[in-house]
């Protein structure tokens, strides 16, 4: 009977843990998709994982144009080798958890 309740009271637990995950990410997505300015989420060495509606409207970029590239090297990003090494270089230090801001130039094909 206590081994029961135990698994009980355990899967209860893993329940909320679960409905608190999918609103924390329902939270998430409405604030990232939202947004009105250009955001995208990248992997600690600059691969695009994903990019908000702003980005693909503003681009005319399809996302799996973005998504698994590197960040610098993505269309609108990519304006010559110069700004791609400013901001390959601006991830670097983001991903050591410097912090770091920066303009840049986009391109409109």
Not at 22 to 48: D, H
Request: with cysteine; hydrophobic share 40%.
């Amino acid at each position: 009977m206590v081994q029961n309740s135990k698994s009980a009271t355990g899967m209860k637990k893993l329940e909320q843990e679960e409905a608190s995950l999918i609103e924390s990410k329902r939270y998430f997505n409405a604030i990232f998709q939202q947004s009105f300015q250009l955001l995208a989420l990248l992997k600690p060495e600059g691969t695009v994982i994903d990019v908000n509606q702003a980005v693909l409207d503003f681009s005319g970029l399809d996302k799996s144009k973005l998504i698994n590239h590197r960040f610098w090297e993505c269309g609108i990003w990519a304006t010559s080798n110069q700004t791609q090494e400013l901001l390959s270089c601006a991830i670097a230090r983001a991903a050591k958890k410097e912090v770091t801001s920066d303009r840049q130039s986009l391109r409109m094909d």
